[in-house]
């Protein structure tokens, strides 16, 4: 498959901490990678240098060939990387004061100047994609942390992003609104959006992703197509990780 997306030997520190040990990544166009691992691997650290919202302190990180030097990478570099990429956190991360349409436009009027009437049609047609149409002039305060994430998940899309970078996007929610956000991502990847994902959700890890990377340590210490990670992990570690939450086998 074509490699859309690369990153080579980051590292990161936080002050003594070594949080990042030398992460080699590679993910091809309309992969679904999952990286699971236990709290304190990495992991969202490794997501949010991938897009420089974290700078790392060593690697090079290349996407459909251009290659960017992870830590000396200048602002206008930056700013062209993240036209052609998006970014889902884990607690949405929408204006409180603007109505879920308004969310969603606001970075293609402000940031990438499209015409407002432009944008607004953009806008309902990704809100109507993640089922939220109905929904286009409330704001956050109105809305579930369900209809939250997806408006977050619309923003995304509005852009029309090469790769989509989602951090746990199901921790903040209650259990019973898990399934509307996992649903929407489910549709994405049978589309074909390229996506990586930091999650603790196993079912979609093992149902959706195409493939595994698991981490520990700053480290990545397996990655397989999730058949075999789920099916038959070679890694003790991996086994052991996955027995306890109920993954492990079929």
Do not use: W
Not at 161 to 167: A, H, M, T
Not at 211 to 228: N, S, Y
């Amino acid at each position: 498959m074509e490699t859309m997306l690369s990153a080579r030997g980051v590292k990161k520190r936080f002050g003594a901490l070594e949080v990042l040990r030398g992460i080699d990544l590679t993910v091809s166009r309309g992969d679904v990678v999952a990286i699971l691992g236990p709290s304190g691997s990495g992991k969202t650290t490794l997501l949010r240098c991938v897009n420089f919202l974290e700078t790392a302190d060593e690697g090079t990180l290349t996407l459909d060939g251009e290659t960017l030097d992870m830590p000396r990478a200048t602002r206008r570099q930056i700013a062209a990387y993240r036209r052609r990429t998006a970014f889902v956190f884990q607690n949405y991360n929408l204006f409180r004061n603007k109505t879920a349409l308004q969310n969603v436009t606001e970075g293609l009027i402000v940031a990438r100047k499209t015409p407002r009437a432009q944008a607004e049609e953009i806008g309902y047609k990704m809100l109507e994609k993640v089922g939220l149409s109905d929904r286009a002039h409330h704001y956050p305060a109105q809305l579930s942390g369900g209809q939250q994430q997806r408006v977050a998940i619309a923003r995304a899309l509005a852009t029309d992003p090469e790769i989509i970078f989602f951090d746990e996007p199901t921790s903040a929610l209650d259990p019973e609104l898990i399934g509307e956000v996992l649903s929407v991502m489910r549709d994405l990847a049978r589309e074909g959006m390229t996506m990586l994902v930091v999650t603790h959700e196993l079912s979609f890890a093992r149902g959706v992703a195409n493939r595994v990377i698991f981490m520990e340590g700053g480290a990545v210490l397996a990655q397989d197509d999730a058949e075999a990670f789920f099916g038959n992990p070679r890694e003790e570690r991996v086994r052991a990780f996955l027995s306890t939450l109920g993954g492990l086998g079929e």
